[in-house]
């Protein structure tokens, strides 16, 4: 949350940041169902975090299936938390990608980066 909270340009800056580490085994939380179908040993971590944003108190959550974070549903709803600023965080897609690159971009400045550097940047 605090490295999210860093390259926000100031549009996301969570306080009261706290945070618990589940374990899940058998049946992954439904947000993953679809994304580990087929999956032999499906057992992870849920990493849920608590914060205030604006005043008011939000519980977020995302996963781990023992070797890839999985933090689409997470990344959303702080997208839909910062929508009202027209910025966004983007990622930067890349194949075999080893790690996650997060980036907050207004739609015009993500779509001149495409245009320009040949960056693909996705919505989470």
């Given at each position: ?42 057992q992870g ?40 600023t027209g ?19 207004s739609e ?17």
């Amino acid at each position: 949350m605090k490295k999210l909270a860093r390259v926000s340009r100031g549009f996301f800056i969570p306080t009261d940041i706290k945070g618990e580490i589940l374990d899940w085994r058998d049946e992954p939380p439904p947000e993953l169902k679809e994304e580990l179908k087929g999956c032999i040993y499906p057992q992870g971590c849920i990493f849920k975090v608590d914060f205030k944003f604006r005043g008011k108190k939000y519980v977020a959550e995302f996963y781990s299936n023992a070797d890839y974070l999985h933090m689409d549903s997470f990344m959303r709803k702080i997208n839909e938390l910062i929508k009202d600023t027209g910025y966004q965080y983007y990622w930067l897609c890349y194949l075999h990608i080893e790690y996650l690159v997060y980036m907050v971009f207004s739609e015009d400045e993500a779509r001149k980066l495409e245009k320009e550097r040949g960056w693909k940047l996705s919505l989470p």
